[in-house]
């Protein structure tokens, strides 16, 4: 046991100090333990058994002098126990002493950080998709399935059967825990940043920040994106990833009035714009944008850069926007790329031109249910002073939404449509 | 870790298939297990007749029931297996990719339990 410092703590700044190691270094922990049994879940429940002899300890003989290794000392020694109760006979008896050494070989004041390789288990092909993102909230963060469930939006008893499943599989499948070959990388790292942005997205999709557990959420991501981009600094999607959450995140404040009405882009204050946020996000993009290699999170977040020019010249770049989404286009078969190019399109050749390329993507099925096409369209049209065919659009607009702030907000702009009537046919 | 490689694929085509297609599979499938072996993962493996030739049986009741023909009509039958210790998942999956029945089937990879 490390030693231990002779201050006798109450229980309340004990608690306080668990707290504080679970917040910093659970994830940490949990990964080592995980790499070293590929027991996600007995690292897991190791974990919170230390937590729960820490709070037991620690006010009767003062907080340790590093909380980490005691925790680490504890999991560690819980793990083993638990791995004995569980096989006694003699073949696995070989295998337990192997995973003793192993954890055992590891100075407790240095645990190295194995949390990518953690993230690359999680995100391993093998895995249900949808359960990346939370698998990885959770053995990184310590979210508990509650928590996750209520994010995504799924019962807690269906996340934590889809969750233990998920953990079961790393183990008896035997997914391993490093850094896949060079030649699978890109692709497997596609999977970890894709469930990172899911998680980021999930917060964001609650504007106002009034869920916090949501809104928590975009916070991790970011926090997530961040380590992942520490730990591979060459990977430029990892970067490009980070730049794109941290451009959408400083435009949080910007999103909704103070009566909470939303408030699109264009229309957004810019004085709302978080600076700091949005030159960390430039400096990061073109940090990724020397490597080279060019990639979905990179253009994504070069179309933020090229909405934010408006701080400087008052107007968007639409012309870089219109070739990003071509890029992307190019890149990703999306629905929501297509629109956004046919929006760039009526900002660079004129709202009938924007229009046009919308009705080329009729043939896409997934758009008759897809409110952001019936929005676009919808503006579109009563640009082009087709009034009643905005009207339409609006309404299946309206009918699909299902936040009441933008619901809100297209029925304002359909009802503003028979006041611009008038003028409509010249201004066109 | 030992597991289990298991050819699924449409057998019908196989069996109409010219004389030359199906020397060039046999020759295919001949050099993969060599490969497998040389790498040292190969435990064992073998081609299954055609469903055609399988018997099911079952027991009812105490009474053994025995049926011509597969357990059930399926579009993929099982072809053949192969059965590999590699180190993990990964590493079976890469061998799964390079079997010559994963081009034109399926190959379920299936970890054995640990006795």
Redesign the interface.
């Known amino acids: 046991m490390p030693p231990e410092t002779d201050q006798h703590a109450g229980p309340a700044p004990a608690a306080e100090a668990a707290e504080v190691v679970a917040r910093r270094s659970y994830g940490k922990l949990v990964a080592f333990l995980a790499a070293r049994t590929r027991d996600v879940a007995g690292a897991e429940d190791a974990l919170a058994d230390a937590f729960a002899a820490a709070l037991v300890d620690w006010p009767a003989n003062g907080i340790p002098a590093s909380p980490e290794a005691w925790l680490m000392a504890v999991a560690r020694r819980k793990m083993i126990d638990a791995a004995r109760r569980r096989r006694t006979d003699e073949?696995?008896s070989g295998h337990l002493q192997l995973m003793q050494e192993e954890l055992e070989a590891v100075n407790e004041t240095q645990i190295p950080d194995d949390r990518l390789l953690l993230m690359f288990a999680c995100a391993?092909p093998?895995i249900d998709p949808g359960i990346r993102a939370p698998m990885i909230l959770q053995t990184i963060l310590g979210f508990d399935a509650a928590t996750i469930a209520s994010a995504f939006l799924i019962s807690p008893a269906t996340m934590g059967q889809r969750l233990v499943r998920a953990k079961s599989k790393i183990r008896?499948?035997?997914?391993?825990f490093r850094l896949?070959?060079r030649a699978?990388l890109r692709g497997r790292l596609d999977a970890v940043l894709a469930a990172i942005y899911a998680a980021f997205s999930e917060g964001w999709s609650d504007p106002a920040g009034t869920e916090f557990r949501r809104r928590n959420l975009a916070e991790e991501g970011i926090w997530l994106g961040r380590l992942v981009a520490s730990l591979l600094p060459e990977e430029p999607e990892a970067l490009g990833l980070l730049a794109l959450m941290l451009h959408a995140e400083a435009r949080r404040g910007a999103r909704r009035s103070p009566r909470g009405e939303y408030v699109p882009l264009a229309e957004q204050d810019l004085s709302l714009w978080n600076t700091p946020l949005i030159e960390e996000a430039e400096a990061v993009l073109r940090r990724a944008s020397r490597m080279g290699v060019v990639g979905r999170y990179q253009l994504e977040a070069a179309v933020q850069s090229a909405h934010v020019v408006r701080r400087m010249t008052g107007r968007a770049d639409w012309a870089a926007i219109e070739h990003l989404y071509e890029a992307l286009a190019a890149i990703i078969d999306s629905p929501v790329v297509a629109i956004n190019r046919a929006i760039a399109i009526a900002e660079t050749r004129g709202p009938a031109a924007g229009l046009q390329t919308l009705d080329a993507l009729t043939d896409d099925t997934r758009l008759a249910e897809y409110q952001p096409y019936w929005a676009a369209r919808a503006g579109l049209l009563a640009r082009t002073g087709e009034i009643e065919a905005a009207e339409q659009a609006y309404d299946r607009a309206i009918g699909l939404e299902a936040d009441p702030a933008v619901r809100d907000f297209l029925q304002q702009r359909r009802a503003a449509l028979r006041g611009r009537a008038g003028d409509a046919g010249t201004s066109a | 870790?030992k597991?289990m490689l298991l050819i699924y694929g449409n057998e019908a085509n196989v069996l109409s298939a010219s004389k030359e297609t199906v020397g060039q599979m046999i020759a295919a499938y001949g050099a993969y297990t060599e490969a497998m072996k040389k790498a040292g993962v190969h435990v064992d493996s073998g081609r299954l007749r055609p469903t055609s030739d399988g018997t099911t049986v079952r027991v009812v009741n105490g009474k053994t029931e025995v049926l011509d023909g597969p357990y059930a009509e399926t579009k993929e039958q099982l072809g053949g297996y192969y059965m590999v210790e590699v180190?993990?998942?990964?590493a079976?999956?890469s061998w799964a990719a390079r079997c010559p029945g994963a081009s034109h089937g399926t190959i379920e990879v299936r970890?054995l339990w640990?006795?």
Request: aromatic share 4%; glycine share 4%.
């Open positions: 073949s696995a391993h093998a008896q499948a035997g997914i391993p896949p070959e699978d | 870790m597991y180190p993990d998942l990964d079976a999956l970890p640990v006795m």
